[in-house]
Nanobody
Framework: QVQLVESGGGLVQPGGSLTLSCAASGSIFSINVMEWYRQAPGKERELVASITHPGSTGYGDSVKGRFTISRDNAKNTMYLQMNNLKPEDTAVYYC???????????????WGQGTQVTVSS
């Protein structure tokens, strides 16, 4: 069974950095797009960053120039390097992957359990 496991969240001071990881476990055949979302209390979930299989990236306006998404296809893992963090970055961060397992002939959507990022002094 495919699972996405996130790690790397925590408490950081404004201006600090954190790196989130999301690893897909199970029998993976191929992964298309990988994405990071976040949801702050009382707000809708928003797309933070995305990366395609060839490596094309896209970012939300609020994180451009501060966050960097990357992926390691050999490890079925993606990362989110977050620099110059601001209090408004505080949220639960979720990873998403569109992937195909070795037991199916189609791609499906998978979500991580979420990891809390808190930016506060």
């Amino acid at each position: 069974q495919v699972q996405l496991v996130e790690s790397g969240g925590g408490l950081v001071q404004p201006g600090g950095s954190l790196t989130l990881s999301c690893a897909a476990s199970g029998s993976i055949f191929s992964i298309n797009v990988m994405e990071w979302y976040r949801q702050a209390p009382g707000k809708e979930r928003e797309l933070v960053a995305s990366i395609t299989h060839p490596g094309s990236t896209g970012y939300g306006d609020s994180v451009k120039g501060r966050f960097t998404i990357s992926r390691d296809n050999a490890k079925n893992t993606m990362y989110l390097q977050m620099n110059n963090l601001k209090p408004e970055d505080t949220a639960v961060y979720y990873c998403y992957m569109n992937l195909r397992s070795r037991t199916t002939t189609y791609f499906n959507n998978y979500w991580g359990q979420g990891t809390q990022v808190t930016v506060s002094s």
